[in-house]
């Protein structure tokens, strides 16, 4: 919120002088609201995606109806009602629950809203925008998830690969857009990566995470559960499982969707694991010889989310800033491999099916999103005249 703050205050509301072209006239740019916006937020980030997209639309003179996820509704409430305490004008955030089919298509299907704010699956996403291309023109502002690639070369250090690797991948589960979830391995370095890697795996801990010695917590429903079952199934077909792979109903985790982080190697190019998104704690790994091969595999995809390197040769980082086809890109972060954008440092929007606009939350031109342009032109001569003649 402060960050959206200082950028309306340092673009002066958007409003900006420009040419004048006659002597007598003075033109300017503002920009305006929309009007009333729809922000239809995600379960796995309740409170900053929530906040980003609704502080969005409402620094910019827009009001808002907000729909949270159905699985995780009370943050939302909570922002809410902190809002209205905090002096909102009555009307300007309005909140509203239930699921996506009966509330999120009253939203959608609105004439009344101007604009769409949402953060989901590309399924839910290209719903919105088949239904919003049938009426009026509409501003939609989407991020709809990745299949977020890393690659390893010969030159990396591979200790830091395997760390930022294993956070991207396993970390809330795996229940991120930006989780990491192929992993292209240089041939010659493939073994050794690959028996640090289900190392460090095996160390993780899962179950509940009011804990801080937990390292992975549950998934968030029954279906992400079932998802995981049928995706564990079909790696053990197609492909070999190298760690993980099984529900937890050990103790206290059989009141909970608790499930193995999962590694799988060995799938076929095409496979459906590598290319749509799971949002389950699995990772994927494929080898590869030259370094163009990987980056063309990293491409070969729909998404364009996130994308992560690790290697120490300045000419394979140059290439692959230059090549992949990605809006947030990580070179050797451990923090990391493919997540962890914070708003202002690493703008977050993503290419191809992954976003609508290219224009990333957290970053520069995320406001002016949520405006529309007015040409304003004064003659002056005639107020001048005006004033003569009083």
């Not at 922000?39 to 796995?44: D, G, H, L, M």
């Not at 370095?189 to 509940?208: A, D, H, M, P």
């Amino acid at each position: 919120m402060r960050y959206y703050t200082i950028g309306m205050e340092a673009n002066r509301g958007y409003i900006v002088d420009t040419r004048s072209a006659h002597p007598d006239e003075r033109s300017k740019s503002v920009m305006k609201p929309y009007g009333v916006w729809g922000v239809i937020s995600p379960f796995n980030f309740p409170a900053a995606l929530t906040i980003g997209m609704c502080t969005g639309a409402l620094l910019t003179g827009n009001t808002v109806v907000l729909k949270p996820a159905s699985d995780t509704p009370i943050t939302g409430y909570l922002f809410a009602e902190i809002m209205m305490q905090a002096g909102l004008p009555a009307g300007a955030l309005n909140f509203i629950t239930g699921s996506g089919t009966t509330i999120g298509e009253a939203i959608v299907q609105n004439r009344m809203v101007s604009g769409i704010a949402f953060t989901g699956s590309k399924v839910v996403g290209d719903r919105i925008l088949a239904e919003s291309h049938k009426m009026k023109s509409r501003i939609i502002i989407a991020e709809l998830g990745g299949k977020n690639p890393v690659v390893v070369t010969e030159n990396a250090d591979l200790d830091d690969a395997v760390e930022g690797i294993i956070r991207a991948a396993f970390g809330y589960s795996g229940q991120k857009c930006s989780a990491s979830s192929r992993v292209y391995v240089q041939k010659s370095i493939k073994k050794n990566f690959t028996e640090r890697l289900i190392q460090r795996t095996n160390e993780l801990s899962v179950g509940n995470p009011v804990s801080a010695k937990i390292f992975m917590g549950p998934l968030i429903n029954s279906a992400a559960y079932l998802k995981y079952q049928k995706f564990s199934k079909l790696a053990s077909r197609y492909g070999k499982v190298l760690v993980g792979g099984k529900i937890r109903r050990d103790g206290d985790l059989k009141y909970g969707f608790y499930v193995e982080p999962m590694i799988v190697e060995g799938l076929s190019k095409g496979n459906r694991m590598l290319e749509e998104e799971l949002f389950v704690p699995i990772l994927c790994i494929a080898e590869y010889s030259k370094f163009y091969e990987a980056l063309e595999q990293c491409n070969n995809s729909e998404y364009g989310l996130t994308a992560g390197i690790y290697s120490d040769s300045e000419k394979e980082i140059k290439i692959f800033l230059q090549d992949i086809q990605a809006g947030v890109v990580y070179v050797n972060r451990t923090l990391g491999a493919t997540t962890g954008a914070m708003v202002g440092c690493q703008s977050f929007g993503g290419w191809k099916s992954s976003g609508t606009t290219g224009k990333g939350t957290g970053g520069t031109y995320y406001l002016g999103q949520f405006l529309k342009e007015q040409s304003q032109t004064i003659v002056v001569k005639r107020f001048e005249d005006r004033r003569k003649k009083d």
